[in-house]
T-cell receptor
Framework: AQSVTQPDIHITVSEGASLELRCNYS??????LFWYVQSPGQGLQLLLK??????LVQGIKGFEAEFKRSQSSFNLRKPSVHWSDAAEYFC?????????????FGSGTRLSIRP | DAGVTQSPTHLIKTRGQHVTLRCSPI?????VSWYQQVLGQGPQFIFQ???????GRGNFPDRFSARQFPNYSSELNVNALLLGDSALYLC?????????????FGPGTRLLVL
């Protein structure tokens, strides 16, 4: 069965420091991979997605992610975080289920920014 | 353009009651999906609808049902509410149901069952 693991529940980084959020997935075929961000009281916003092609994906707000098939990973990175990046981040994999397309989410990583 | 809208934003019910949550997709989007997000967890897939037909259902009991209307808006119904149904219910819309189509999420309806 498809699954997503985010091993870090909570991460704190200093403003201006670099960031890497880890994500590992389990999926038989070439996966559809996503990173979403959720701010308090907000819905989920798509940061970036990977379907095929270049394994380094650029997203919004200066985020990027790299797909590594050999490691079953899709880690999210940002070279310099801003206080406004504090939020919950979800890695997800797309899955075909019956005739539906569903997204399977990880349990999330909460990002705090130290001034 | 307006994003996905959901109503109500918050709701308090008691055990055994029934609840109806509503979702309006982005204009032009014909596919709607529903997710349940329990506190501290990632969202879990409940349903996907496309062109008023159910495309798939997640691992949820029959107390959960949904429908999609001709204008592509959708309702999620939950009968015989349990304490464990307390969660944020998210609606997502996309142009079509394929995985390549980005799903845009609404702000959610927060349901508290007492």
């Amino acid at each position: 069965a498809q699954s997503v693991t985010q091993p870090d529940i909570h991460i704190t980084v200093s403003e201006g420091a670099s960031l890497e959020l880890r994500c590992n997935y389990s999926y038989g075929a070439t996966p559809y991979l996503f990173w979403y961000v959720q701010s308090p009281g907000q819905g989920l916003q798509l940061l970036l997605k990977y379907f095929s092609g270049d394994t380094l994906v650029q997203g919004i707000k200066g985020f990027e992610a790299e797909f590594k098939r050999s490691q079953s990973s899709f880690n999210l990175r940002k070279p310099s975080v801003h206080w406004s990046d504090a939020a919950e981040y979800f890695c997800a994999v797309g899955s075909l289920y019956s005739s539906a397309s569903k997204i399977i989410f990880g349990s999330g990583t909460r990002l705090s920014i130290r001034p | 353009d307006a994003g996905v809208t959901q109503s109500p934003t918050h709701l308090i019910k008691t055990r055994g009651q029934h609840v109806t949550l509503r979702c309006s997709p982005i204009s032009g989007h014909k596919s709607v999906s529903w997710y349940q997000q329990v506190l501290g967890q990632g969202p879990q897939f409940i349903f996907q609808y496309y062109e008023k037909e159910e495309r798939g259902r997640g691992n949820f009991p029959d107390r959960f049902s949904a429908r999609q209307f001709p204008n592509y808006s959708s309702e999620l119904n939950v009968n015989a509410l349990l304490l464990g149904d307390s969660a944020l219910y998210l609606c997502a819309s996309s142009l079509a149901p394929e995985l390549q189509e980005t799903q845009y999420f609404g702000p959610g309806t927060r349901l508290l069952v007492l």
